[in-house]
């Protein structure tokens, strides 16, 4: 068929192409004359992908502007996001306080999870407590008596205490 009728394919082919830019250009158009009320924030997002308060700004946003079920999408992007309890923690007291329980609540759930002792180790190694540190490397080690970040870890958290 394509032999005896060549350009049914290329008025096809050229038609889809035309349609394609047609609505491109209708796209911009629109995008450019008239923009998003929360355009602003979109790209806040963009730009800080990570940031629980530019995600909790746009869904205030959206949820004041009635898209309710993409603002509580954007509400469990900010739970995921933030430390404690979909909250931005300001101080670095704060964060370590947070992160220090997580790491707590994870380790008393998961008792064989020698990762969550290493966690505590450096957090409570980073407060200043090295004799918490040290006692939760040796659980680390217990856990896993080979590995050797481990075993040099709790070596050099002993030195100071001896």
């Known amino acids: 068929m394509s032999l ?20 491109v250009s209708f ?11 929360y355009s602003d924030k979109v790209f806040q997002i963009f730009t800080h992908p990570f940031s629980a308060l530019a995600h909790e700004d746009l869904a205030q946003t959206l949820w004041n502007s009635g898209a309710r079920t993409r603002a509580s ?9 933030s430390p ?18 997580y790491w707590q609540d994870t380790a008393a759930n ?13 957090l409570s190694y980073t407060q200043g407590n090295l004799t918490q540190a040290h006692a ?12 050797a970040t481990v ?6 958290t002993s030195k100071p205490l001896e």
């Not at 350009?7 to 038609?15: D, V, W, Y």
């Not at 404690?84 to 329980?101: C, I, S």
């Not at 075993?151 to 050099?156: C, I, M, P, W």
């Open 4 to 23: 005896k009728f060549p350009h049914i394919s290329r008025i096809f082919s050229a038609s889809l192409w035309v349609l394609l830019f047609a609505l």
């Open 27 to 37: 796209n911009i158009s629109i995008w450019v004359t008239k923009p998003l009320a």
């Open 73 to 81: 999408l954007e509400l469990a992007i900010v739970a995921e996001l």
């Open 84 to 101: 404690v309890l979909g909250e931005e923690t300001t101080t670095r007291a704060q964060r370590e306080a947070a992160q220090m329980k």
């Open 110 to 122: 998961y008792p064989d999870y020698r990762d969550a002792y290493i966690q505590l180790a450096a």
């Open 136 to 147: 939760y490397l040796l659980k680390a080690q217990i856990l896993d008596p080979n590995n």
């Open 151 to 156: 075993n040099r870890l709790a070596d050099f």
